[in-house]
Structures are given as C-alpha cells and as structure tokens.
C-alpha cells in the first residue's frame, strides 16, 4: 500500500475572497527565472475554476448535457512586480458584479513568503485583473446561466456560506 498524501486542495473561501494558492515552476518562467505574462492568465483561470467549483458550480456537467460554456470576453490586466522561480503565490478572486449571462470576477496575484527560507514577508502585489466571463451556448451566442448560478455568484460576493 502505498501512504499518498491527502488530496491537494488549492483554494478556500475566505469571506467573500477566494484564495487560490500556486507555485511558480521552471516551465512558467523565461530565461530569466521570471514568470511569462501570459502564466499569470493561467493561474487566474485556475483560481476561478477553483472558485466556481467551490461554490457547487459544475462547469463539466453543463457542457456535456449541452448548456453552454464559461468564456472570457473581457479582460484588463496591470502587472506590477515579476514572480519568479520557486515563489509561493496566492491569486485572490472577488466577485464584483453578477449579471443574467455574465459575472464580474476581480482577481489579483500576490506573493507573501519566501518559499525557501520560510519567511512571512509582506504580501506584495505581483498582478491586477479584472475578468468578465459570459456563458455562452454551444453555438457561441450569449445566454442565461443555468438556474441557481447567479445566486451562487451572488452569494460568494455577499460573502455569505453556502451548502456545496
């Protein structure tokens, strides 16, 4: 028999904040030892997906009976500071607006320790964005959520604890 760890779980509310933790490995980075800027999407989209599953929110199950599909179809990103090899990250996700087909999602990527030693530094802001994802039908058109997503939205941004 084989003592595996416990199953990794990334993310966890916190009030009304999704906290989303991620490490930055070789692949991430350029030459330099710095995270590319495209990586940063990547870890977002991971923290959302998170978030969403969290929330009892299943992605999977409405693509395969055919409701549609998560999309982004807006984004504004600000970097502010590099990640680099090894840092330990936390991308914080807030729910900011919650609309029929759509939903409004505030995400930033901070790095607070130094992975090796161990020390708590303080957070610093590496990235700033905020995301706007519509649900799309299969044939790419917007269209509702299905039902009870926008209360689950809502929820997460009212910060309240809900049943998953």
Known sequence: MVNAPSPFVPGAFVGAEHHFRARVYFEDTDLSGIVYHANYLRYMERARSDMLRLAGIDQRAAMEVGEGAWAVTDLAIKYRSP???????????????????????????????????????TPVILTDAQVTAAFLSPGGRPRRQPAGWADRFTAIMNGETFPC
Request: proline share 0%; hydrophobic share 45%; charged share 25%.
């Open 83 to 121: 990640a680099k090899l090894d840092d330990d990250l936390l991308v914080v996700s807030t729910v900011e607006a919650v609309r029929g087909a759509s939903v409004i999602i505030a995400q930033r990527i901070l790095r607070g320790s130094d992975t090796l030693s161990g020390e708590t530094l």
